[in-house]
């Protein structure tokens, strides 16, 4: 499991941030929340069970038998062994040859893939989705340069796709965390635009790309970043994917399916506490930005059926990661959170400690999913 300083995160951003009078905690994002992950991680998350083979030398314990610095087993002399790594000892006493096998140390490529889908600019309690998505993504880059493995991303929104592929240099880390910035503040723009002219050209075609999604499945832009990680992604790869998996459907399983084959998949599930369960009974005026509509949240049929279509979205997710080797983590926006792996550990109840926003009932569910 990798160790953290601070598990219980607090939403903060740096003391610059807030001498500007514009700035909004929570929806803006600044090149300085993105540093601050270095020192204030905000996931905790499970260490894949892998059976990975990379072939670039570096500080990733592999599954390799080599001439590394990690002693593994002593095993009969074989033709071709080094005889410099002969078990005299071993050899003296059953009297046949004996050599030391040795874990090699091998550099471990780290991608992200990150959503900044406009369903991820959307949050109740803390933050936006996409905003802890960010800080997840600036804390994964650092936790990747720290251990000496190289770090690439793919960010897609709607309009728009960028990668970067796996570096080891700072300087193109740190261009990746503009780029991470300028892309949020463009769709921020984009979603929440004051223009009457520009908000109805945003429905127009919000309303055509759901009539051409319903044509032509290619449109999902989860899957065709998952499809081009692929060719990017070598044997050995460590991937994470940061989102709320609005478009997580059969062909991104196929996708990912493949990918897994040869790398560690790490799911980051976001979420906001109102997508799992429905605010309190009453009637609620709801707006999709163009349009007025009305809420009734006291039908208990409705709150069952919403409570279980969250649930069973969740589930797929980690019951995909789980079946693949890999690992799941579920963090919503109050940053709440556990991961669970293939090993069945889960990141223990003690942590999940409530915060402001957030009741004892919520807390308990997250509690009971950790233990499923």
Not at 170 to 193: A, D, G, P, T
Not at 332 to 339: E, N, P, V
Request: charged share 25%; aromatic share 10%.
């Amino acid at each position: 499991m990798a160790n953290w300083s601070n598990l219980s995160h607090q939403f903060e951003s740096a003391s610059a941030d807030y001498d500007d009078p514009d700035f909004k905690p929570g929806i803006d994002l600044t090149l300085n929340q993105l540093l601050e992950t270095r020192v204030k991680p905000i996931i905790q998350w499970l260490a894949p069970d892998s059976m990975v083979k990379t072939n670039r030398v570096g500080g990733f314990r592999s599954r390799f038998k080599g001439r590394g610095m990690d002693f593994d087993e002593v095993r009969m002399y074989q033709i071709g062994d080094d005889i410099r790594n002969i078990d005299w000892k071993v050899t003296a006493r059953t009297g046949e040859a004996h050599t030391k096998l040795f874990k090699e140390e091998r550099e471990r490529p780290v991608f992200v893939v990150l959503d900044h889908m406009p369903n991820m600019f959307f949050g109740t309690t803390k933050a936006f989705k996409s905003i802890i998505a960010s800080h997840i993504a600036g804390q994964l880059m650092w936790h990747t340069l720290a251990n000496g493995d190289r770090f690439g991303a793919l960010l897609f929104d709607d309009t728009a796709h960028f990668e970067m592929k796996p570096s080891g240099n700072r300087r193109n880390c740190m261009r990746l965390l503009n780029k991470i910035v300028e892309n949020y503040q463009q769709s921020l723009q984009r979603c929440f635009s004051d223009n009457p002219e520009s908000a109805t050209k945003k429905t127009a075609q919000l309303e055509s790309s759901i009539e051409k999604t319903s044509e032509d499945s290619s449109t999902n832009q989860l899957k065709e970043t998952l499809k081009r990680l692929r060719y990017l992604a070598k044997p050995g790869s460590l991937i994470h994917i940061v989102s709320d998996f609005s478009q997580f459907d059969e062909s991104c399983e196929r996708q990912l399916s493949q990918l897994s084959q040869h790398a560690d998949v790490h799911c980051v599930f976001i979420s906001d506490p109102i997508e799992s369960q429905l605010p309190p009974e009453g009637l609620y005026g709801i707006t999709d930005g163009s349009s007025l509509g009305l809420l009734n949240t006291s039908q208990p049929k409705l709150r069952e059926a919403y409570q279980n279509a969250f649930e069973q979205k969740v589930n797929r997710v980690k019951d995909f990661a789980i079946s693949h080797r890999g690992v799941f983590t579920y963090i919503d926006t109050s940053y709440a959170q556990y991961s669970i792996g293939q090993q069945g550990a889960a990141v223990s109840p003690s942590q999940l400690k409530p915060e402001s926003g957030s009741t004892k009932s919520q807390h308990k569910e997250f509690n009971q999913r950790a233990a499923r």
